[in-house]
């Protein structure tokens, strides 16, 4: 081995080894230092590996307990909404389902700048609705470009097109299953919210089935069970208490003396409340479903009327979270999730009135109960989806009005709206008491002094003209007060409307998550929306309508008047004048579509 090299497997001289003991002997006999570290020097390097010992204990310890903490916390696993890796619905799982009733885009439009107006909010902050927008619906019923309320929900209870005044019924006249049937009878548990009455239109489509919508006395009794399928709905809140009471009690707007309620409590078993206090004392753990809760004569006021007698009757966002912790509570040990259609019922209204501040106030009650829907779908541990459109736009409403022969300017003022405090069919049943009150020697000077008051305080408007109160004083059943109050609010705000009907405009499509709702992105037929119900569900509809048919619901032609069978009704169809079906809107001229219309008895009650 040469000089200066040293063994392969050579160890480190210990510092307390015979060896340094020679050296620091050599090191005394010749003068010379020795390489050995001083002490001065071994003592801070043992301090400084101390300090990082210490250091790298206490990191130790805080990443174990971080770690700790966090596996103690609650990690919910992403939401698939009910969706399988195969792109197939699977497991448990709950369907919501909203309906914005004469809901178009400009409706958004409109309350999204009042809203913006009245809070002092930045022109980016949006209402709920707004944030989860997905597509578009077209709406054409099977006989007119224009639909009504029970073809386009006709479209998604059977999702199929059918005519103007349909209660899932086809236009063979032959009744479809339903969503709402087929979920049932698959085990799902069903439900029903409304602020319209329950019988009408948009409710009665999952639940029943009628030749025309008219027939609210008979979709009544179809609605609790009394009808060839029998009960189909647990949970059921909304208005319309008068169609369910016999004409011999107070409050019944019904022909015959049928107690629809008895036959509720007695025949089905429903548990029943009529009045906001027993509704509001029901626990949703505990309630005993069925449930049919008729919480108004006829419909929910209208929200801006609402929060002023609050404590008797509920919002449309208070309804929705009750039937949702229902319904719920109801399945918890179920394999089954249920089924719920919730609808804003009165924005419908709000456009057939043309009252632009009743409508601000209906589209925010329902944006509400969009967010607890979405607050019920994160927290709940059951998959969901919740998909919400409308049915149809009404009223042509648009966010500017020309009122005068030069060309405009581009505003309309939102602080009108924010002054009223009532809507003008409050004021108009107002003004009905004050009159059925006044005698006959009640001078016209007291009825306009009386008219200014209500305006004044109601509307908010100060600057009112004497025309705009005579034309009140001297209103027509055809144009009625409730019609004037809503157009001095619209012109103030320079809000326009087109028709107090319908319109064909293209309604809007929102999902609680749009990957949860891929087959309703982009723009579809109305009756997509009822076919991914059905897909979503897993629901079969066929078997529903061949029982239905197979019941002796049509055993022969349209025109043997035996051939019907009666729970259904009489058929009431909109014909053309050589008694075909009307397919697409044809022109007769507008004098002659009056006199059709004076002239038409189909002894239905039914205003075509």
């Not at 510092?15 to 020679?22: A, F, Q």
């Not at 009743?358 to 059951?382: G, I, Y």
């Not at 000077?445 to 600057?463: F, N, R, T, Y």
């Not at 897909?535 to 309508?545: G, K, N, R, S, V």
Request: aromatic share 8%; proline share 5%.
């Amino acid at each position: 081995m040469t000089r200066g090299e040293e063994p392969l497997l050579a160890r480190p001289i210990s510092p307390n080894s015979s060896t340094n003991d020679i050296e620091e002997e050599d090191a005394l006999l010749t003068g010379q230092p020795t390489n050995r570290p001083s002490k001065k020097y071994q003592k801070w390097r043992e301090l400084g590996l101390f300090a990082w010992a210490l250091v790298a204990t206490v990191a130790v310890i805080i990443l174990a307990v971080v770690y700790q903490h966090e596996s103690s916390l609650p990690h919910s696993k992403p939401r698939s909404g009910g969706w399988g890796p195969d792109g197939k619905p699977t497991g448990k799982r709950n369907m919501i389902f909203m309906v914005s009733d004469g809901m178009g885009p400009t409706s958004l439009s409109l309350t999204r700048s009042w809203r913006q107006h009245v809070s002092g909010l930045p022109i980016d902050d949006v209402l709920v609705l707004d944030q989860h927008l997905i597509g578009s619906s077209r709406t054409r019923s099977s006989s007119s470009l224009i639909t009504d309320s029970a073809a386009g929900a006709t479209a998604f209870s059977c999702g199929f097109k059918s005519y103007n005044g349909a209660i899932s019924v086809l236009p063979d006249h032959t009744p479809c299953g339903t969503v709402l049937e087929a979920a049932k009878r698959a085990g799902y548990m069903t439900g029903l919210v409304v602020t319209t009455r329950l019988t009408d239109a948009t409710p009665a489509c999952f639940a029943s089935h009628a030749n025309r919508r008219e027939y609210e006395d008979l979709i009544a009794e179809q609605m609790i069970g009394h009808y060839p399928l029998g009960r189909m709905v647990d949970v059921m809140i909304g208005g319309g208490r008068c169609h369910f009471l016999p004409n011999t009690t107070r409050g019944s707007c019904r022909a015959d003396d049928k107690d629809v309620v008895a036959l509720a409590k007695d025949k089905f078993g429903f548990t029943y409340v009529d009045n906001r206090n027993d509704f509001d004392a029901l626990s949703p753990d505990s309630v005993k479903l069925p449930l049919l809760a008729l919480l108004a004569s006829t419909d929910i006021p209208y929200e801006i009327d609402r929060v002023h007698v609050a404590d008797i009757y509920p919002s449309e966002a208070e309804m929705a979270r009750f039937a949702l912790d229902t319904l719920k509570a109801a399945t918890k040990d179920s394999d089954k999730g249920f089924f719920l259609m919730i609808e804003g019922s009165r924005i419908d209204h709000a456009g057939h009135g043309n009252d632009p501040a009743a409508q601000v106030h209906e589209v925010m009650a329902h944006d509400e109960a969009f967010a607890s829907v979405l607050d019920f779908l994160e927290a709940d541990d059951v998959e969901g989806v919740m998909v919400s459109t409308s049915d149809h736009e009404t009223g042509g409403l648009a966010t500017a009005r020309q009122l005068h022969e030069a060309y405009p300017i581009y505003r309309w003022f939102p602080d009108v709206l924010a002054n009223a405090s009532h809507s003008g069919e409050h004021l108009s049943g107002q003004w009905h008491e004050y009159l059925d009150e006044a005698s006959d020697a009640t001078s016209r000077k007291d009825k306009v002094e009386k008219l200014a008051e209500l305006v004044s305080s109601g509307l908010g408007i100060q600057d009112y003209t004497q025309k705009e109160l005579d034309a009140v004083v001297d209103a027509k059943p055809v144009w009625p007060p409730s019609y004037l109050f809503a157009d001095m609010i619209s012109r103030r705000a320079q809000i326009g409307w087109s028709t107090h009907g319908h319109s064909a405009v293209d309604v809007n499509i929102y999902a609680s998550n749009p990957k949860h709702a891929p087959g309703l992105v982009g723009n579809h037929e109305n009756v997509e929306i009822g076919q991914f119900i059905a897909e979503y569900l897993d629901l079969d509809l066929e078997p529903i309508t061949k029982e239905l048919n197979d019941k002796k619901v049509k055993i022969g032609s349209v025109d043997d008047d035996q051939a019907w069978g009666e729970w259904m009704g009489p058929p009431g169809l909109p014909n053309n004048e050589n008694g075909a079906l009307v397919h697409l809107d044809d022109y007769h001229g507008d004098f002659k579509h009056r006199k059709r219309e004076a002239e038409m008895d189909c002894g239905c009650g039914a205003k075509h």
